[in-house]
């Protein structure tokens, strides 16, 4: 971790503020970011323990789907390919099972193979040099490749040798899913877990109120673009601002175009809200690649799907549905 990517992982704790209320908070940092969990005031003692087990979770999913370690099931598979087909618990199938869903129905922008690609990114680096380009990034883009990642009962196996499966758009927000029902599975009736801009919520922070999520401005962190109250429903946003460099006095970001394998301009930030944050982080991700009119074009044609982008002109766009969140409220940028 540098200290810019910790500066940025903090001010990622402002991506989405619960409102005042006394409530109680606990932070750990997982999956490269600081993870909050809010609980109202004047908690069970209990509570602590379910707190516990619901980071435990997210720690033990990140042991599993980290590109950063070298024991994680992920490298296994990714040391795999080309070769033999590696056993992988069900949930590990699942989450792929949906970034290929995911990827399907983007066609092709959001890509669980783009591996090889993010590889060549060194974002986290202190000084990363400059951008990947030529017949390295050729033959990276070569090897994505969605179709060739193999299924089958209880394992996977990617096609090609150098493939390389990455679960960085999706495995966080699966991992808040899974938090939130260790929570509820441990008694826990009321709660918000934020995974840096990843959030999901159960019932309520105080008896008539809502958890208040608010969307952080892309270029000034302290401000708010819109916020709103989130009952039963999960939250993501993907944004230029989370993980990047300036070389060349350019800003190279983390999410990355699989046509060109450079980072996806035009928008720079794109929120989903919708009933799971695996579902939420996956789609930001597909939505912040597609730009402001497939994105919001692929966001109205689903069902429970809002979302909100902000494009590289600083002009905001809602899906038809947002604007009816309960206690939206619009800042403007
Ligand atoms: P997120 O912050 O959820 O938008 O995810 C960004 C992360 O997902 C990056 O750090 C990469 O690991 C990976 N990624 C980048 N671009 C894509 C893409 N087009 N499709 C799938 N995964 C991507
Ligand atoms: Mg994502």
Known sequence: MTARSLLAALLLLS?????????????????????????????????????????????????????????????????????PFTPAP????????????WGKLTKGTFRLSLGPVVALWHFE????????AGKTLTRALDLV????IEIRDGQIRLGKAGMKLDLGAIGKGYAVDRALAVLAGAGVKNALVNAGG????????AAGKAWRVGLQHPRKPESLIAAFD??????????????????????YHHILDPVTGMPSMGLTSATIVTANTADADALATAVFVLGRKKGLELIESLENVEGMVVDASGAVAFSTGFRRLPGFEFMGL
Do not use: K, W
């Not at 005031?41 to 707190?51: I, L, S, T």
């Not at 680096?125 to 990947?132: F, I, M, N, R, S």
């Not at 999960?234 to 800003?251: N, P």
């Open 125 to 132: 680096d202190p000084e990363p040099g400059p951008p990947p």
């Open 145 to 148: 490749d969605d179709a060739a």
């Open 15 to 83: 991506a989405c503020q619960p409102g005042p209320g006394g409530e109680e908070r606990r932070t750990r940092f997982i999956m490269g970011t600081l993870v909050e969990i809010h609980l109202p005031a004047g908690q069970p003692r209990g509570h602590d323990d379910a707190v516990n087990l619901a980071f435990g979770e997210m720690a033990r999913l990140e042991e599993m789907m980290s590109p950063h370690r070298p024991d994680s099931l992920l490298s296994l598979i990714n040391q795999n390919a080309g070769g």
């Open 198 to 205: 990843d959030l999901a919520v159960l019932g309520r922070p």
């Open 230 to 251: 989130a009952e039963d429903i999960a939250v993501a946003t993907s944004g230029d601002y989370q993980r990047y460099y300036i070389h060349g006095g350019v800003r």
């Open 90 to 101: 069900a949930e590990f199938i699942e989450v792929v099972r949906r970034g290929l869903g």
